[in-house]
Each structure stands twice: as C-alpha cells, then as structure tokens.
C-alpha cells in the first residue's frame, strides 16, 4: 500500500514539475501559431524530439540543465512569449535541483572527516615504525664503529710507548 502511494506521489510530483508547465505552456502556443513541431525546431534550430522532449517535460531525453535553460530561453523569445516569466518558473526548478545536491554533498563530506582520522593514524604509525627502525640501525653503526675504535686506540698507545 505505501509502494503505491509513493508511486502516486512520484508521478503527482513529475506532472507539477515546473518543466512540465514551461512544455505544456509553449505547446499550447505553438499550436495557437498553427505551428508543428517541426517547423518550430527548423526555425530554432533544435532537434524536433528535443522540443517535443521539453513540451512533454520528459528531462530524461534532454541535455543537460544548462542546455535545456537555454532552449526554454531561446523557444520563449521565438513564440514572443514573457520571457522573464518562464524563466522563473524555470529557476524555481532549478532551486529543488540545487537543494537535492546540497544534500548529497554534506552527506559525503562526513567520509573524508573519518578517512583524514584513518590517514592521521596511518601517518602516525608510519612515523613510529621509521623511528624505532633508525634506533635499531642507529644502534647497531654505533657498536661497529665503536669496535673499530677500540681496537685501534691499543696499538696507538703501543706506537707512543715504544
């Protein structure tokens, strides 16, 4: 029962899209223009699917937002229709967009916080390793040459007594 409902909500939600006005909008002038779909995407320059894509609202066949705000801008200026209007309608699109995204970013940027933790500690351990590796070949030079050092001050002492 719930799926339904949130299918009923999804498709509610796709029919209000601010797109889907803008296409419904410009069709219902084009067609008061006596204009087809074709001669209005010959005249702007854009492929007829794309147009019939905005009309429908379907963003799924169409490029991406920048893209597509520029067609709405373009399709409005050539139908002399209040251009400033459907752009806002437009914008008020893109906030919803711009809000999703917010949310998505904030979620991933909890990850970096525990991977730099993960990365501090690696560094960390990384550091005491070399450490306890310099001491250890710090330790063992140091008893070589400490060797060589006294078997030489003898014979020196050796050299001077004689």
Known sequence: ME???????EISTSENSPLKRIGN????ARLSRNQSIEELASNLKIGAQQLKAIEEGDEDLLPEKVFIKAMVRRISQKLKLDTEFIMSEFKIE????????????????????????????????????SGIFGLISSYFIFNLFSDSFQNTIPKQEMIKTR
């Open 25 to 28: 909008f410009f069709k219902e």
């Open 94 to 129: 893109r906030r919803e967009v711009v809000n999703s995204e917010t949310i998505e970013v904030s979620s991933k940027i909890d990850n970096p916080k525990k991977s730099s933790k993960l990365k501090q500690l690696s560094f960390g351990i990384l550091i005491l390793i």
């Open 3 to 9: 799926e339904i409902k949130s299918i009923s909500q």
